[in-house]
């Protein structure tokens, strides 16, 4: 998409568990080519609002739009058809399927058919070689992130929603993580990453939000609101006035 074109547009999103407001009117808006960053403590409602956004979670109340296409009531897969990708906080690859077979499924899912697109997600994500035929169950961690990825990739989303994927990767893993994302984002995908770590956050988010009880308290540039300086990921290839 072009830089800065609205993609995603959520308003007044609102969900009670019971007599609990986990969301409380949430606004977000995602751009193509940006990268934003919703921060918040445990419990804030980060992953309620990713579930509402990805269509596991119908929001109470609150609409939400992608390309301005009303979607609050589409389930999550007419979602993914559609463009809206995504991520799992516990990882969600197939066991018994290979590294490549777990890729293929996602371009099957996705909005987007083009079998390029598996080889080139494959790629980005460095999965070359012998680990294309290595069945998913039993590989590290960290391989098994970039897989699910790769995955949410091969089906060429505009917007990719990512829930806590730095959780269980190390220091260099996190610093290929932000590299691919700047790359997606380089080449026009709007992505959210929902995160409670803030370096990666203010290494790579153009956008942040702060959510406290269920409410945006603060949004602004990842340097004002997190107050300190890009990261090492900060200057990301590619991405000129990022
Ligand atoms: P975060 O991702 O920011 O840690 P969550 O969205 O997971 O926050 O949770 C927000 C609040 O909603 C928390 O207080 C949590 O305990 C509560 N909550 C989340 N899911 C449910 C649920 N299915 N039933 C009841 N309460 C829930
Ligand atoms: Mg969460």
Redesign the pocket.
Known sequence: GVPGHPVLRARGLTVS??G?T??DGVDLDLAAGRITAVV????????????CLAGTLRPDAGRIAVGGRDVTRLPAHARTRLGVARTFQRLAVFPTLTVAENVRVGAEQGHVVDPAAVERALRLLRLDGAVRARPAAGLPTGTLRRVELARALAGSPRVLLL?EPAAGLDTDEVAALARVLGALAADGTALLV?EHDLDLVAGLADTVHV?TA?RIVSSGPAGEVLGRPAGPGGAAPGRPGA
């Open positions: 568990y019971g609990f986990a969301l918040g403590p445990n419990g804030a409602g980060k992953s309620t609002l990713f579930h829930d929902v959510m269920g």
